[in-house]
């Protein structure tokens, strides 16, 4: 009788585990089927929103009659009044007069209202567009830098005046390098 009850438990913990690995395999088609439709719906959406963001950003380059260049990173850039000193250089400390506006117009932060702003080169802490922008510059030159949201605050924006998704303008002046 124990012979039969082993032979009979045996014979079921193997169903189980066919059927558990069967079930197991579907669960996995499905997730991956799942994670791709996810993904893809993703990519889309992101596809529209960068159309978007960039539509926008052309509309204030037009109402503002502003002549820019593109980088490959997408960022835009003037330099509206050349200065005459150094070539920056990745490690120099630059130091900025700025202005921070939303493609509204709107001003959300000036070295007006705050200290002018003053970071090393290549060491980041900043935007990665006013990094990229900065290395375009001669101490003196006066620019206008127009970020997309991945070169300036990203998704999240920054938790204070700048809100999500957010393409900034930054009018600079490089009044020093250190």
Do not use: W
């Amino acid at each position: 009788m124990i012979k039969t009850k082993t032979k009979y438990l045996i014979i079921v913990c193997f169903a189980f585990l066919s059927f558990a690995c069967n079930d197991n395999d579907n669960r996995q088609e499905y997730r991956h089927t799942d994670r791709q439709e996810v993904r893809e719906v993703l990519e889309k959406t992101n596809v529209r929103l960068l159309a978007a963001e960039d539509q926008e950003i052309e509309d204030f380059i037009k109402r503002h009659g502003l002549e820019v260049k593109e980088t490959g990173s997408g960022l835009r850039y003037s330099i509206v009044e050349e200065g005459d000193g150094e070539k920056t250089q990745h490690g120099m400390t630059a130091v900025l007069n700025y202005r921070i506006r939303l493609l509204t117009g709107d001003v959300v932060y000036s070295s007006d209202e705050d200290d002018p702003k003053e970071f090393r080169i290549g060491r980041g802490g900043v935007e990665s567009g006013l990094e990229e922008g900065i290395m375009l510059l001669n101490k003196g030159d006066k620019a206008i830098f127009i970020m997309p949201a991945h070169l300036a605050h990203g998704f999240p924006g920054d938790g204070v005046k700048i809100p999500k998704r957010a393409a900034i303008v930054y009018d600079v002046e490089l009044i020093d390098l250190k």
